[in-house]
């Protein structure tokens, strides 16, 4: 099975809190774990990404956790800000997708109340 | 600097009438992807290019066809196009070297069918 599954589906968060989103996958071919962050009418934009190598990265209030045991990733971001609104996909690739395809996540959409 | 490039960024077909979307890359990246995305979900990858090798998802209805005829663009043509297809349309690439499985996304087609 190639599913990612991501939660929750909506997060509303008080200015300066912290947002978690959290992903679980089943294909133990992935090797690779990105985070894309979507405003509305725009593409995704590549926010972070991961290999299972490592546990945990950051990029700036961006973190991703990774815990290879239990087929999960998190994406946190710090001190959330109002323009950090935006719809955020999990997603996973690895040697054996053909032409590096991304296996997304549902959609996580945050809204940061100032 | 405009990397994935899209066009046009709003397109209105009538139903049933051939449509053609456009994409160009700067990137010099052998793999093009086009992806439908409709709202509130995950983008769908529809079928990829790599180098010119064609790839269709199981699923892509025939209604959807696409072209690459040089490294730089990649064509996206919708025979027929129904009610249902309506949706946001991306454009990615990627660089198939290595371990390295970084999609970056163009703006997008936003496609309306009356």
């Known amino acids: 099975q190639q599913q990612v599954k991501q939660s929750p589906q909506s997060l509303i968060v008080q200015k300066g809190g912290i947002s978690i989103i959290n992903c679980a996958y089943e294909?133990?071919?992935?090797?690779?774990f990105p985070w894309y962050q979507q405003f509305p009418g725009k593409g995704p934009a590549l926010l972070i990404a991961?290999?299972?190598?490592?546990s945990e990265k950051k990029e700036g209030r961006f973190t991703i956790s990774f815990n290879k045991s239990a087929k999960q990733f998190s994406l946190h971001i710090m001190d959330s800000q109002p323009g950090d609104s935006a719809t955020y996909f999990c997603a996973a690739s690895g040697v054996e997708a053909a032409g590096n395809k991304l296996t997304f996540g549902g959609g996580t959409r945050v809204l940061v109340k100032p | 600097d405009a990397m994935v490039i899209q066009n046009p960024r709003y397109q209105v077909t009538q139903f049933g009438k051939p449509v053609t979307l456009s994409c160009s890359q700067t990137?010099?990246?052998?793999?093009m992807y086009w992806y439908q995305q409709k709202s509130s979900q995950a983008p769908k990858l529809l079928f990829h290019?790599?180098?010119?090798?064609?790839?269709n998802e199981a699923d892509t209805p025939d209604n959807f066809q696409s072209r690459r005829p040089n490294t730089s663009f990649c064509f996206l043509d919708i025979r027929s196009p129904g009610l249902g297809d309506a949706a946001m349309y991306l454009c990615a690439t990627s660089r198939v070297i290595g371990l390295s499985y970084e999609q970056y996304f163009g703006p997008g087609t936003r496609l309306t069918v009356t």
């Open positions: 991961i290999r299972p190598d490592v």
């Open positions: 290019y790599y180098d010119k090798d064609f790839n």
């Open positions: 990137l010099n990246h052998n793999v």
């Open positions: 294909n133990t071919a992935f090797d690779y």
